[in-house]
């Protein structure tokens, strides 16, 4: 990386906000974002549940708790729901061209653009539409020289910690 990089980066880094969220917090006691999402978990949760308990009825010797094993999916799958909820963080845009900048690190997340309005951009999961929820999507505002960045709380926080990252 060249010098006017590593100045332009140093730059950057230096208007990023720490992440935020947007919702009220008892809000985010409430793990479904979506009717849609909450209908794709259950029906993603059951699928699984009922996998695991025709696996463990094959094996006739398994010590394995069944309900242990049951549980222990739901529970885990939870995370999935939590991983998504709504968190944003602002950059200032001072002609260093952050939104392509931006625009660069989500394509390595493997997110692909989805719709490109005048001063809103929205990129989705590079998945196909069964293994992706809405509530994953980040969003783009740009409100004059301010890009507000909206989305799910684990992709937001690995696009905020690329962007402060050298390189």
Do not use: H
């Not at 001063?119 to 994953?136: A, F, H, S, T, V």
Request: hydrophobic share 45%; aromatic share 10%; glycine share 6%.
């Amino acid at each position: 990386m060249s010098k006017f990089e590593k100045d332009r980066m140093e730059k950057i880094r230096g208007n990023i906000s720490n992440i935020s969220f947007p919702l009220k917090k008892w809000r985010y006691f409430i793990l479904f974002q979506s009717v849609a999402q909450t209908i794709s978990w259950t029906v993603t949760l059951l699928f699984c549940l009922v996998l695991i308990s025709y696996l463990s009825s094959l094996d006739t010797g398994s010590k394995a708790p069944l309900g242990g094993l049951l549980s222990g999916a739901l529970i885990g799958s939870t995370f999935s729901l939590m991983a998504v909820f709504p968190a944003k963080f602002i950059v200032v845009d001072n002609g260093l061209a952050v939104l392509s900048e931006i625009e660069v690190r989500l394509l390595k997340m493997n997110y692909v653009e989805q719709e490109r309005f005048d001063k809103k951009i929205i990129y989705r999961q590079n998945l196909p539409r069964l293994l992706r929820w809405d509530e994953g999507n980040v969003e783009i505002k740009k409100d004059g020289n301010i890009l507000i960045l909206n989305g799910a709380y684990i992709s937001i926080r690995k696009l905020r910690k690329s962007l402060l990252s050298i390189g």
